[in-house]
């Protein structure tokens, strides 16, 4: 992989997605390249009084993708990942919270699809890469 590159993360909150994100980040790192790590907990602080509802949500996404296609002009490989778990979901304090009371929508058309019920982070992590080195 020589280039820059925006890899985008996604999947139910607790899917493994900023785990799989920080490992896969660190890996890129060793290998030399310069990488950013996007998480959605993480990016929220940097944008506080982002919300929940469908379009304060949408609003935040193009957010973030213009910070990761900026980075990734500046030759940044960005792993991003985004739809991370909340305590507070959970106990039903936060609504319109994706994949608990709003819907889920997958991507119709990935260029690759993790099961991370039944796979290790490093597993998940080499997948990744060797899509990326055969691109």
Known sequence: MDKSIVIWLTGL???GKTTIGDALTKNLKTL???VEHLDGDLVRKMFP????TREERDRHIKRVGYLAAMLE???VIVVASFISPYREARAGEITNFTGIDDPYESPENP???IDTTGISVEDAVNQILNYLTKR
Request: hydrophobic share 20%.
């Open 111 to 113: 260029e690759i699809e």
């Open 49 to 52: 009084g982002t919300g929940f």
């Open 13 to 15: 909150s607790a899917s």
């Open 32 to 34: 030399g390249h310069r």
């Open 73 to 75: 002009k500046h030759g």
